[in-house]
């Protein structure tokens, strides 16, 4: 069964950083494409970042650029996002999610919630 | 970047229906299209790929069509446990740009 289990969410000020993990099972890992997705409160998925199954290639959206990446352990079966320079309006459930042979996203994790707040 | 623009926003529905949700994108995107039900407080679940193919485990009821910049997801006959919020996002291009998404309630 696969399974993506997030982690490293938290309370976290302006400007500050956080490193979300997400630990994967159930497949082989580094056969796989991944992503990260974020959901602000109440609203719609936002797509924030990509990475290869190497992790040779990367992909960030324009507002996360410069401030997040994305990055894998493919040892450890586990995905990482390393967010710096945290905005308000990066506060948001963060879903990892595995990309399918097809280049869809076929699997989510439970998702992680980021608050930043002074 | 693809916009992708789903209609309509909200949708009610009773029990035994049939409805249909539209997701157009800004720019041709042949049939790299994704449709995700999401229901309050869980994460997205993937359901159709590649614009009509059903994720494994997804009942039949489901059903996607389209090409190019238009695209249908269709649900019949529903059933409570299928009023949720639905995505559309398309995987042509980075990034992979999700619709605002339909919120199908119950009548």
């Known amino acids: 069964e696969v399974q993506l289990v997030e982690s490293g969410g938290g309370l976290v000020q302006p400007g500050g950083s956080l490193r979300l993990s997400c630990a994967a099972s159930g497949f082989i890992f580094s056969n796989y494409a991944m992503h990260w997705v974020r959901q602000a409160p109440g609203e719609g998925l936002e797509y924030v970042s990509a990475?290869?199954?190497?992790?040779?290639?990367?992909y960030h959206t324009n507002s996360v650029k410069g401030r997040f990446t994305i990055s894998r352990d493919n040892s450890k079966n586990t995905l990482f996002l390393q967010m710096g320079s945290l905005r308000g309006e990066d506060m948001a459930v963060y879903y990892c999610?595995?990309?399918?042979?097809?280049?869809?996203?076929?699997?989510w994790g439970q998702g992680i919630l980021v608050t930043v707040s002074s | 970047d693809i916009q992708m623009t789903q209609s309509p926003s909200s949708l009610s529905a009773s029990v035994g229906d049939r409805v249909t949700i539209t997701c157009r994108a800004s720019?041709?995107?042949?049939?790299?299209l994704a449709w995700f039900q999401q229901k309050p407080g869980k994460a997205p679940k993937s359901l159709i790929y590649?614009?009509?193919s059903l994720q494994s485990g997804v009942p039949s009821k489901f059903s996607g069509s389209g090409s190019g910049t238009d695209f249908t997801l269709t649900i019949s006959s529903l059933q409570p446990e299928d009023f949720a919020t639905y995505y559309c996002q398309q995987y042509n291009s980075y990034p992979y740009t999700f619709g605002q998404g339909t919120k199908l309630e119950i009548k």
């Open positions: 590649a614009t009509s």
């Open positions: 999610a595995r990309e399918g042979r097809g280049n869809w996203i076929d699997y």
């Open positions: 720019q041709g995107i042949s049939n790299y």
């Open positions: 990475i290869s199954s190497n992790g040779g290639s990367t």
